[in-house]
């Protein structure tokens, strides 16, 4: 059974620092990986998606690598700032179905 | 577009009540499916759908009804609802196919709580 695994539950940094979120999973037979950001009392907002072929992808200062063969993703945030603070999820799906299994978060809090 | 709707946004239900919790999508995806968050157990997957007519079980589906008689709306029912059903719902949405349309779109939720 697939399990996800976000370290650590939750992240404390200044302004402008870079970091790094991780994502492990036990089976390496992903069909995808998707990020996802959650605000307070909100949905989730998708942030990017690396096929299970892929290594890694871009969207601005948001950077996710994929490694399948040791079972884990990271999420790097350059320069970060107060609006960066947020709930970041990691989700894998094992088919084309849509099917995701998530991580429990990791809750981010960029300090002025 | 409006995306992934969810109604009500909030509700509150005394137990052995019924409901149902509505989540339309106007992308035309084939495929949707239903979530709920908990503390400490992150979203599991209650029921999911590839297309009209065709729905399947998650991890979690008891207690829950569900049926696609459309692409766009995917409704979930409660048929007689306990306080363990207290949970934030989210309903999502993608298209079929591979490749970048797998991509998932997330509805706002409903926060549910049964007393």
């Known amino acids: 059974k697939q399990e996800v695994t976000q370290i650590p539950a939750a992240l404390s940094v200044p302004e402008g620092e870079n970091l790094v979120l991780n994502c492990s999973f036990t089976?390496?037979?992903?069909?995808?990986l998707q990020w996802f950001r959650q605000d307070p009392g909100k949905g989730l907002t998708s942030l990017l998606l690396i096929q299970s072929s892929q290594r890694e992808q871009t969207s601005g200062r948001l950077n996710a690598s994929l490694d399948k063969s040791s079972g884990r993703s990271t999420l790097y945030i350059a320069a970060s700032q107060p609006g960066d603070s947020a709930t970041y999820l990691c989700a894998v799906g094992s088919s084309n179905t849509g099917k995701l299994i998530f991580g429990q978060g990791t809750t981010l809090q960029v300090k002025p | 577009n409006a995306g992934v709707t969810q109604t009500p946004k909030f509700q509150v239900l005394k137990t052995g009540q019924s409901m149902t919790l509505q989540c339309a999508q106007d992308?035309?995806?084939?495929?949707m499916s239903w979530y709920r968050q908990d503390p400490g157990m992150g979203l599991r997957l209650i029921h999911y759908?590839?297309?009209?007519?065709?729905?399947d079980q998650g991890e979690v589906p008891n207690g829950y009804n569900v049926s696609r008689s459309t692409t766009e709306d995917f409704p979930l029912r409660l048929l007689s609802a306990a306080p363990s059903q207290t949970s934030v719902y989210f309903c999502?949405?993608?298209?079929?196919?591979?490749?970048?349309?797998?991509?998932?779109?997330f509805g706002p939720g409903t926060r549910l709580t049964v007393l």
């Open positions: 992308m035309n995806h084939e495929y």
């Open positions: 089976d390496s037979a992903i069909y995808n």
């Open positions: 999502a949405s993608k298209k079929a196919g591979g490749g970048a349309v797998n991509e998932q779109f």
């Open positions: 759908s590839v297309g009209a007519g065709i729905t």
